[in-house]
């Protein structure tokens, strides 16, 4: 039995031209040369050409007759789409190599061209055509699989629990479909629980592709559950390996898999970084109107793999090992991944406030993000901002859309100097935020999720308790180098120190071994790059990252010829 999943939101006057985007139809001149990469054959109906659940090896453009794709399941196949003479299979998945989401198979006789996806690649680096109607249409679709909830995740959890907020945002920043079951709120859970053999004490649980039942999962159990990982060989060593995803580290990739490095990134979460976690990121060239921090990170991923760079995400590096080429970074299961250059894009983490019982209210009413998910938890409620800083400023800004009030905290006598004119603007105008200045947050309080907090204006002392749900802190951040222990030589406060920041006794006490300095972005050992918000020194911004990614590929190619 085949059934229709949910149809897309309801059409609008520029639909057509939206599905025309999805769901291009080529032209003879653009088939033709897609034909030259792959191979003419004969389809029988029913013949499956890509089972569901696989590493997606190959592509398929519909000459005769009609191909489907189709989720399996237990109450019979689930028609995703439907593909007419001219027409391609495929989406962001293409691009990875992670396993497919639907099952293609052919709808009736017919014939088709089938193409490899490393000749894929190839080719739509080289068409510039092809290339933007395969990336548009590959993007595009995943980004009509996530709307219509067409995955192979389920998870089962509360709104109002940490573990859940974190698995979701695992999966959402990964870009991954998945579909939330609130115990809090849906008819019939017993028995969906029951069925799976789990208890209410199990939850968060996730169930990936209808059979592994993951209880309350680490991001690398899901990733290896869901197989994202699966197509990266560990051994092989590769010309670079980049140590973080942010904007930083996907900005290396892009522009060293461009210019032909075998490049591997590494991310203990999921693509973006810190910037992953802005609503809107309104300074950054080239956006006029401003783009979401998730948008701009799945499009870099995706361009990163387009050139052939991989991802693996869901591990973080742990260790780098001392000695020389090739480096062996160590990874959370211990395994060491060979890299005849390194680039260290760790970026930073937020600041947590120092409130004893702070890890009780983490995800379930304190919060580092100020995205849509979070958003929508506190619709109509008053929230807490943490910090006078850009970031701070930012989500003040967007949760006043749709939280009744907005609070900022501010320790300081106001908004920080270097916080952008037109947030300032904005926030000055706003009448829902309110201005706390000379204020913190002295105890948090609640059971089970955050229910009241409590500040002190410290210039008056005087003490303020309120009835507040949901605190977003945005106070600064750490470096994220205390996976490095001493291995490379770091300022004061733990930033990487580069090129002409490191001194003499920097270098001898890392035993630097070359008659030549450290280039600009080098650390203190050879082949050893830092970029980004990790750098000792750098201007914590997402051009600076992105423009730091460009320059040490540069140096990259001078250390691998040396
Ligand atoms: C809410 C918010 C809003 C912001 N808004 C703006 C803005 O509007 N404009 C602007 O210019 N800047 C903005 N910034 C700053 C900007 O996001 C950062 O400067 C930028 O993200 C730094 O990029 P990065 O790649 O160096 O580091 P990060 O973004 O910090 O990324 C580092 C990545 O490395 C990963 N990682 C860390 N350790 C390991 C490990 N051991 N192994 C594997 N992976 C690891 C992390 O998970 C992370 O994904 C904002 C920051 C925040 C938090």
């Keep these: 039995m085949t059934t229709q999943l949910a149809p897309a939101p309801a059409p609008a006057s520029d639909t057509t ?34 089972p569901a659940g696989e590493p997606v090896t190959r592509l398929f453009v519909v000459l005769e007759g009609r191909v489907e794709g189709v989720r399996p399941s237990a109450t019979g196949d689930a028609l995703v789409v439907s593909l007419d003479p001219g027409m391609f299979t495929g989406e962001v998945t293409m691009l990875s190599g992670r396993h497919g989401l639907a099952q293609i198979r052919a709808a009736s006789a017919g014939e088709v061209i089938e193409v490899g996806r490393d000749d894929l690649l190839a080719l739509i680096q080289a068409d510039g055509e092809l290339n933007e109607i395969f990336m548009r249409a590959f993007i595009l679709r995943r980004v009509e699989l996530i709307n219509r909830g067409v995955g192979d995740v389920v ?23 998945y579909t939330m079951v609130d115990l809090d709120n849906d008819a019939g859970v017993e028995e969906l629980l029951g069925r799976f053999q789990v208890s209410a004490a199990d939850v968060p649980v996730v ?27 560990q051994t092989q060593v590769r010309d670079l390996v980049i140590v973080g995803a942010g904007p930083a580290g996907l900005a290396a990739a892009v522009y060293g898999a461009s210019e032909g490095l075998d490049v591997l990134v590494v991310e203990s979460t999921a693509p973006g970084g810190q910037a992953g976690s802005s609503s809107r990121i309104e300074n950054y060239l080239g956006f006029p109107a401003g783009i979401g921090g998730l948008e701009l990170a799945s ?23 001392r000695g020389h080429t090739p480096y062996a ?16 894009a760790s970026g930073a983490e937020y600041r947590r406030l120092q409130i004893d019982n702070l890890a009780q209210f983490e995800g379930a ?43 900022m905290v501010i320790r300081s006598d106001g908004l920080a100097d270097t916080m952008s004119r037109y947030l300032i603007r904005r926030i000055e105008d706003h009448p829902a935020i309110v ?17 009241r907090v409590s500040w002190r204006d410290n210039q008056t002392g005087r003490l303020d308790k309120q009835a507040i749900r949901h605190v977003f802190t945005m106070t600064g951040a750490v470096p994220s180098t205390h996976w490095l222990g001493s291995c490379l030589a770091l300022d004061d406060k733990g930033f990487i120190k580069t090129g002409p920041d490191l001194l003499p006794e920097d270098l001898a006490t890392a035993r630097w071994p070359l008659a030549r300095a450290p280039h600009l972005l080098e650390t203190s050992r050879p082949g050893v790059f830092a970029i980004g918000d990790v750098r ?18 540069a140096a990259v190619h001078q250390v691998l010829h040396e």
């Design 17 to 50: 031209a939206r599905r025309d985007h999805i769901y291009p139809t080529l032209t003879a001149a653009q088939i033709a040369r897609l034909a030259a990469h792959g191979r003419r054959r004969r389809v029988e109906p029913g013949e499956v050409l890509m």
């Design 155 to 177: 998870v089962l959890g509360s709104t109002h629990c940490q573990g859940t907020l974190r698995i979701r945002e695992f999966l959402t920043r990964n870009g991954h479909p």
């Design 207 to 233: 169930i990936c592709r209808g059979d592994v039942v993951l209880r309350n999962p680490s991001p690398q159990q899901i990733a290896d559950a869901l197989g994202f990982n699966d197509t990266i060989d």
């Design 299 to 321: 499009r870099a991923a995706s361009q990163a793999q387009k050139f052939g760079a991989q991802l693996m995400v869901g591990t973080g590096v742990s260790r780098l090992a």
């Design 329 to 344: 970074l160590e990874i959370g299961d211990g395994h060491r991944l060979p890299a005849r250059a390194v680039i260290i």
């Design 365 to 407: 009413g304190v919060y580092y993000a100020a995205m849509f998910m979070e958003a929508q938890l506190c619709t109509g409620e008053e929230v807490v901002v943490v910090g006078g800083g850009n970031s701070a400023g930012q989500a003040a800004v967007f949760l006043a859309q749709s939280a009744r009030r907005v609070h």
């Design 435 to 451: 201005r706390h200045a000379h204020t913190e947050i002295v105890s948090l309080e609640g059971n089970g999720h955050l229910e």
């Design 536 to 553: 000792s020194g750098s201007l914590k911004r997402v051009a600076s990252a992105v423009g730091e990614g460009s320059i040490a590929i």
